[in-house]
């Protein structure tokens, strides 16, 4: 039998997970679209308005998913989690308004024009709401991480009467580790999009789309991804160092460092185990560990030990890290040589095509994996040195719990696979549009010389992806 803590715990990471799969792509997809209708407006070239047409369809259909999930989500704190807002409330409260007043409204509002404004308004005023839809994506990920890092990295409070009080909003804000978090989950973004544009593209050229639009969605985002890669990893990097600063222990998990040494070894692969506290099956690169934490061959990483049994579930951290910086790499991989292909022969073959299309939700994997890892290995502290999960759970009974876990299960995969198959559906009805790639634009920016029919755009802003 599982007890309401650990039940609650998991209906949460059910809830986030589900969640945070949506505003992964909106936050970057959001500056795509923007990028494609600023290239028409440069250009008037109609295949920039084909591929923002198409995938503008699907940001509103990612985007309306993240806004159901996010509700559920912020039910919980009421219904799983009331230790949570009693204690740290006049901090979580704010910043959560803040992002609704700032960032939603923002969103729904221009998103409203993007969709069904295109024929209605100038083109500078939809290009304009595109921009705004996306600072919009921009400032709800700012806020939420806000909250998220001053969990991890509490500045700019005071107890009173067992209550958290600000005393500094911009410490509360721009604590410790928030410029690394936001950094690295805007770059994740970013990666994320750029897969899932390429892969969805690159679907659509192998079921036969021989119109322009898709090769052209499927070269921004292979081009995209090689260019923030590196970047990530050097952000990554900061990250790190950072996290070893202020959450040494999650570092000792994510490390399977067990003793404190000089010189620890990278381990590139193990099986830790928690109750002889030690690793089984080791394959290390020696001091390597030492030399990426404290940029010295002998430096020295405190282990899991020193911290008394007050640390993360060294397991999850161990692997989920090592998911994310293997599917990462992967991505590296896959994204140059895509960009190399494409440079040389200016298309993708049939094989590498395929691997793109296996990569589209590769940056899901790497997102949950890395989240995994900066959840649990907060724990046992919900703010750290502040609150512990433990002392905020709900005092209901564990059977509701687990009625509501499986509820929302059966729920979220029933709506995930309706996303996904939504997806398919939408790339396959977009090979079957007869596209007349011809039309030469007008003065006006409009487009000539096409037929009148429900597959050619009828205007500048209009038609089919």
């Given amino acids: 039998m599982l007890d309401t803590l650990v039940l609650s715990r998991m209906q949460f990471a059910a809830n986030i ?49 993240g806004v159901v999930s996010g509700i559920t989500m912020s039910f919980q704190f009421g219904t799983n989690w009331p230790g949570f807002m009693e204690k740290v409330g006049n901090i979580a409260g704010p910043l959560l308004g803040y992002e609704v007043l700032t960032a939603f409204f923002l969103e729904a509002t221009f998103l409203g024009i993007m969709l069904f404004g295109i024929k209605r308004v100038p083109s500078r005023v939809h290009t304009f709401s595109a921009l705004m839809v996306a600072i919009g994506t921009t400032l709800s990920a700012f806020w939420i991480l806000a909250l998220n890092s001053w969990m991890q990295t509490p500045t700019g409070y005071e107890i009173r009467d067992g209550v958290v009080h600000a005393t500094d909003w911009m410490e509360v804000i721009f604590n410790p580790s928030f410029p690394y978090r936001l950094t690295h989950m805007l770059l994740a973004s970013g990666l994320t999009a750029a897969f899932f544009v390429a892969g969805l593209s690159a679907y659509r050229i192998l079921r036969g789309d021989k119109k322009q639009a898709p090769r052209l969605a499927l070269k921004t985002g292979l081009v995209l991804a090689a260019i923030l890669i590196p970047v990530q990893i050097f952000v990554g990097d900061l990250h790190g160092l950072n996290t070893f600063e202020h959450q040494p222990q999650k570092i000792a998990a994510m490390e399977g460092i067990w003793e404190t040494e000089k010189g620890a070894p990278l381990l590139l692969f193990a099986v830790p185990d ?31 030990n020193e911290f008394e049994n007050n640390h993360p579930p060294v397991k999850p951290l161990f692997f989920g890290f090592r998911i994310m910086v293997g599917v990462g790499m ?43 890892v900066t959840e649990v290995g907060r724990q046992p502290w919900l703010v750290t040195g502040v609150l512990k999960t433990a002392e905020a759970v709900t005092p209901v009974a564990s059977a509701n719990v687990g009625f509501s876990l499986v509820l929302y299960l059966v729920v979220y995969t029933i709506l995930l696979w309706a996303y ?41 802003h209009g038609g089919n992806p």
């Fill in 17 to 65: 997970s589900f969640h945070i799969l949506f505003p992964t792509i909106t936050i970057a997809l959001g500056w795509i679209l923007f990028f494609f209708k600023l290239r028409y407006d440069q250009t008037s070239n109609p295949v920039w308005m084909r591929a923002y047409r198409f995938w503008v369809k699907v940001f509103a259909l990612t985007f309306a998913l």
């Fill in 330 to 372: 992967l991505m590296l991989l896959v994204a140059w040589t895509g960009c190399y292909q494409l440079y040389r022969h200016g298309e993708l073959p049939d094989w590498l095509l395929k691997i793109t299309v296996a990569m589209t939700f590769s940056g899901w994997v790497a997102t949950l994996a890395g989240w995994y």
């Fill in 274 to 304: 928690e109750k002889a506290r030690t690793n089984h099956l080791e394959i290390a690169l020696p001091k390597m560990a030492s030399l990426i934490l404290t940029h010295e061959l002998d430096g020295e990483i405190k282990g899991l």
């Fill in 420 to 460: 996904i198959h939504t997806l398919k559906v939408m790339a396959l009805k977009s090979v079957e549009v007869e596209e007349f790639e011809t039309a030469e634009p007008a003065a006006d920016g409009s487009l000539t010389n096409l037929p009148q029919s429900h597959s050619a755009p009828q205007s500048a």
